[in-house]
């Protein structure tokens, strides 16, 4: 496993420069901190924001490249044949729908990534009190599968 977090005892990689080997793994699943910046979240754990690196990825435009870079490293690091699992999350940022799961498929596609299938995980995040609901929710994130066809 390959972290962004040295407190969980993995190794610390930046997911745009992995250091694999082209073409060395059978799959790999990018989990990304793709929550876009808005009201700030936490836990009973305290801090999920900062353990996400929200911090530092807070625009969609920030967050589509990071997708892009991680999409990008992935495909060359997994074999022809092999998977590519992208996690993901259509939301709301600033009043505005951001469709990161059409942004994440239509640029796979773009880099010769095959999709073979959406699948939708359900949460159980409520309404923040007090916030007025003005968009349909979107209480689930989105598992891209992608296939490596060369």
Do not use: W
Not at 27 to 52: F, I, K
């Amino acid at each position: 496993a390959l972290d962004n977090d040295p407190r969980r005892g993995q190794v610390v990689a930046d997911l745009g420069n992995l250091p694999l080997a082209d073409n060395c793994a059978g799959s790999l699943l990018l989990d990304p901190p793709y929550r876009l910046g808005g009201t700030p979240t936490s836990n009973h754990h305290g801090g999920m924001d900062q353990r996400y690196g929200i911090d530092r990825y807070r625009t969609p435009a920030d967050v589509t490249e990071l997708y892009r870079r991680g999409i990008t490293e992935a495909a060359r690091v997994v074999r022809p044949g092999g998977f590519v699992l992208v996690k993901c999350q259509d939301q709301i940022c600033s009043g505005r729908l951001h469709l990161q799961t059409v942004d994440v498929i239509t640029f796979a596609r773009s880099i010769g990534l095959e999709v073979v299938d959406l699948l939708h995980l359900v949460g159980g995040r409520p309404q923040p009190p007090g916030r007025r609901q003005v968009h349909a929710r979107r209480n689930y994130s989105s598992m891209v599968v992608l296939a490596v066809t060369t």
